[in-house]
């Protein structure tokens, strides 16, 4: 299993608590070896991964500096030149029977090795929200969104074709994936929502709003902008004792100021206990206004039994039932209203929540996922064969 970022227990983001979910499952029953970049003080968790796998490897990458300058970026696209690279030579040397890439980004580079299967799990496809940025834009902004999505676009298609079979987290995301990329084979992982902390119990704080993210993320810093500027307001005046909590590490400084100004707001940093965070929340907001594959983080709220308020986007790679399992609001004035009468009735909030829950456990188990990895993996080794 390749990855560009390092699974272990307590990862911070999504996509690694994914790829440290599939290395606890898969090494039940296999032989794994794992190759990941390492960021600074990560190597603390590898001894752990060893003990777990039959091989683990790494390579030191101290991430972007400024993920907005030239010089960043061209680090991170070497880091995953060398993680390319490093592949090949651990797949010459050994043999294996199948290989998994996570990231389509990992998948830019990689040489297809013959007689190995492989397989690529798009977490996102990249190309559909830039797409709806294009779409969504007016003017010069049209024309350099037009020129991201088409990039991303030709990168992605670029990245999947070298693979025997793709995985995505949703539906949404998998047939995007086949008007846009012919011939892929392409299956779906449900991404398993709430991952060890789906059953605990809930710790509600009354007038509590939550969001929760990695805020160095710019599709993060744009929800929290929307919410704060177009929402809040309204809410805070209808609600007095409402409170917005703002959980996750890498606010910009920016943000950061705006939001110290407001005494009902607090930014949490980076919180290692992210299920006592859910579990204390009143209602969970996620204002997606691009989307792209499964919005994790409302996954986890639903299943810790908070009713989470979102966008049609948001709601897209889960599809539970607006109304019942799951609050859609697609404009600031159906948003406050949401929020405020989801602080008001508790009885309300009790019954979104339960039904979320419940709602994510029958859809998005780990023993679907399980399943559908082992079988994928059965079919496309047949194939090769």
């Not at 490897?57 to 680090?75: A, K, Q, T, Y």
């Not at 398993?192 to 599709?219: C, K, N, S, T, Y």
């Not at 989801?342 to 994510?360: F, M, P, T």
Request: aromatic residues 10%; hydrophobic residues 40%; proline residues 6%.
């Amino acid at each position: 299993m390749v990855s560009p970022f390092l699974p272990y227990p307590g990862v911070p983001h999504a996509g690694g608590k994914l790829v440290f979910f599939l290395l606890r499952v898969l090494s039940k029953h296999h032989s794994l070896v794992l190759l990941s970049r390492c960021f600074p003080g990560e190597e603390r968790h590898v001894p752990y991964l060893k003990n777990m796998l039959a091989g683990v490897e790494i390579i030191p990458f101290h991430g972007p500096v400024n993920p907005d300058s030239i010089r960043s970026v061209l680090r991170t696209i070497w880091s995953y030149y060398r993680l390319s690279r490093k592949a090949s030579e651990i797949l010459k040397r050994k043999r294996f029977d199948i290989c998994q890439v996570e990231f389509t980004e990992t998948g830019v580079f990689w040489r297809r090795q013959l007689g190995i299967p492989s397989v690529l799990s798009c977490h996102d496809i990249i190309a559909k929200p830039a797409f709806r940025r294009y779409r969504a834009s007016r003017g010069f902004f049209r024309i350099l969104n037009w020129v991201s999505w088409r990039t991303k676009q030709r990168l992605e298609n670029h990245s999947v074709q070298k693979f025997q079979l793709v995985f995505t987290l949703s539906e949404e995301d998998r047939e995007w994936a086949k008007r846009l990329y012919a011939g892929v084979t392409i299956r779906v992982l449900r991404y398993p929502g709430g991952i060890d902390f789906a059953e605990l119990p809930r710790r509600e704080v009354p007038g509590r709003v939550l969001f929760l993210g990695a805020m160095h993320r710019p599709q993060n810093v744009e929800s929290v902008r929307y919410f704060r500027e177009t929402i809040w307001p309204s809410v805070k005046k209808e609600v007095p004792e409402a409170e917005f909590w703002v959980a996750g590490g890498g606010v910009p400084k920016a943000m950061e100021r705006e939001l110290s100004c407001d005494d009902r707001v607090t930014m949490t940093g980076f919180v290692e206990q992210v299920e006592k965070m859910y579990k204390s929340a009143a209602v969970f907001v996620a204002p997606i206004l691009a989307g792209g594959g499964v919005i994790v983080k409302i996954l986890d709220a639903m299943a810790a039994g908070v009713p989470v308020v979102t966008t049609t986007y948001g709601n897209e790679g889960i599809r539970a039932k607006p109304g019942k399992e799951i609050i859609i609001a697609d404009n600031p004035r159906d948003f406050v209203s949401s929020v405020v009468h989801l602080l008001r009735d508790e009885e309300l909030r009790n019954s979104v929540g339960r039904a979320g829950r419940q709602y994510v456990a029958n859809n998005f188990s780990e023993d679907s996922l399980a399943a559908t990895i082992e079988e994928t993996y059965r079919e496309i080794s047949l194939i090769e064969t």
